[in-house]
């Protein structure tokens, strides 16, 4: 007896010499179970390979008549795993018939357990693409409304923590799937949140705080804010800081849970021009009507000033050593105002001086009484 016989005569009596009859012939029963797995293989081909046609034909057609592109990625990204899955399943199947046929159930749990671990592998993965998609389907509309720059800081920081979640959700289950007792590490991933998490509050306040500008956007890179005795541009916007960059050339990097906490002035919103005054004192003895019209006409020669709203001069009060007036003024943005009240200086003084009119010095008169 060779060694095939050999191996067919020791299945035939762990199978205790049962036969049974197909198409009239006498065949041993493991022989009928394995023609039964391979069945059951090939019926799990041929029914993910129809899957994968009715995908391919049907399911992508449907989806490009639809005005989102979100169904056409998520078909894209599952129906080859899928196929895979239906066919491992089948695998499953026909492995644990044959095992059991065999007398050998105890091998069928973890072969098994192997197979539906590979299998949510798959599915894992499949979330994680799928998940991908409907982050950055949510962040476009976000952006597309409030125009923030969510999409650039927090959507990859949001997209890696969901795949660290179902990453690890994923090995939990393939390890309970594989006979791994996982109460230890449930345990043990608790308590080390629990530590991460307090040892990165200051951190985790920052994120949030992040999230929460850039969704709420009460200021974008290129804006002039003060915090504080911080005034500058800002350059970056970040999940954890924000960098301006101040009149004096430097960057001030500045803690996000900071920026929401505290009081901030965006000197380009609601609008980018922005109001401006300017007090002038002149001697007492100068007529104020000719004061006004020189002042009105050395404002609307400057460049830098705009006519609408249109600039205004008032007559505010009697001071110690002047009469003062209030110039209120309108220049395009934050970076003309400088320029605005550069000109208006250095004109407003040369006319003075040519009108006679005289910019007083304080002064005090002091009476000494001598005692007598």
């Known amino acids: ?116 671990a590979i299998a949510i592998a798959l599915v894992v993965w499949i979330l994680t693409k799928v998940s991908d998609i409907l982050l950055y389907n949510f962040g476009d509309k976000i952006v597309s409304k409030t125009k923030s720059e969510i999409d650039k800081e927090a959507l990859p920081f949001i997209s890696n923590v969901v795949k660290i979640l179902l990453y690890a959700v994923g ?48 200021f974008k890179v290129g804006d002039r804010i003060q915090v504080g005795e911080h005034l500058g541009d800002i350059v970056e916007i970040t999940l954890r800081t924000t960098r301006i960059k101040t009149l004096e050339n430097n960057y001030v990097i500045i803690p996000n849970s900071e920026l929401i906490t505290r009081e901030v002035i965006n000197y380009k919103l609601p609008k980018a021009n922005i109001r401006v005054f300017l007090n002038i004192g002149v001697a007492y003895g100068s007529d104020p009507e000719k004061v006004k019209e020189i002042v009105m006409e050395t404002m609307k020669k400057c460049e830098y000033i705009l006519d609408k709203p249109e ?4 007559f505010v009060e009697f001071g110690e050593s002047s009469l003062n007036f209030k110039l209120v003024f309108w220049v395009g943005s934050y970076t003309e105002k400088l320029k605005a009240l550069d000109f208006l200086h250095t004109t407003l003084y040369k006319r003075f001086a040519e009108e006679g009119i005289e910019i007083p010095f304080p002064c005090r008169t002091v009476y000494l009484r001598e005692e007598k």
């Open 171 to 218: 090995v939990m289950i393939i390890l309970d799937q594989l006979g791994i007792d996982i109460s230890p590490l449930t345990v043990g991933a608790g308590v080390a949140g629990f530590a991460i998490g307090f040892a990165a509050q200051d951190t985790l306040s920052n994120i949030i705080a992040g999230f929460f500008i850039l969704i709420d956007k009460p």
């Open 1 to 116: 007896m060779d060694s095939m016989e050999a191996f067919n005569s020791s299945l035939i009596n762990e199978s205790s010499g049962l036969e049974v009859n197909f198409l009239g012939f006498s065949l041993p029963e493991i022989y009928v179970d394995v023609g039964i797995a391979i069945c059951i293989i090939l019926a799990s081909i041929i029914l993910a390979k129809l899957l994968y046609i009715f995908v391919e034909r049907y399911m992508k057609r449907l989806a490009k008549r639809t005005k989102s592109d979100i169904d056409d990625k998520i078909l894209e990204i599952v129906h080859k795993p899928i196929y895979y899955i239906i066919i491992l399943l089948g695998l499953q199947l026909a492995i644990s018939h044959v095992l059991i046929s065999l007398n050998f159930e105890h091998l069928v749990s973890p072969v098994t357990g192997l197979v539906k």
């Open 311 to 314: 600039p205004k001069v008032f």
